[in-house]
């Protein structure tokens, strides 16, 4: 049937636009603003980067710090999450409804 050939065009084949023709003008300009925009993206990754870093740094610190004040408190800190201190397996309170929805019968 050609009705479903027609609809198929219809629905996923796009039209075909012609681009617009840059100048040099334009060309340099697209340009400077990719450049821009990769400067500014490298910068943002080094700024998180160097914040990372110090993070890491001051926790370095912080442990040599309590390893030298209380050894066992250190010790107890660097088993990482070995005791649950909260039960894992507890349900998270949610504002949802329950699955069955309302009893029409009550």
């Known amino acids: 049937d ?5 609809i198929k065009r219809i629905l996923y084949e ?3 636009t012609d681009l617009p023709h840059f100048t040099e003008e334009d ?14 993206l490298r910068n943002k990754r080094e700024a998180k980067s160097k914040e990372l870093a110090a993070k890491y ?4 610190e912080a442990n040599m710090q309590l ?7 250190f010790l107890s800190a660097q088993l990482g999450n070995k ?17 069955n ?5 009550y």
């Open 2 to 6: 050609t009705r479903y050939e027609v």
């Open 14 to 16: 796009s039209p075909k």
């Open 27 to 40: 060309l340099e300009r697209h340009e400077t603003i990719e450049r821009a925009w990769q400067l500014y």
């Open 57 to 60: 740094r001051m926790l370095n």
């Open 67 to 73: 390893e030298q004040i209380s050894k066992n408190l």
């Open 83 to 99: 005791t649950m201190l909260f039960p894992g397996q507890m349900k998270i309170p949610t504002e949802t409804p329950p699955l």
């Open 101 to 105: 929805g309302w009893n029409y019968d």
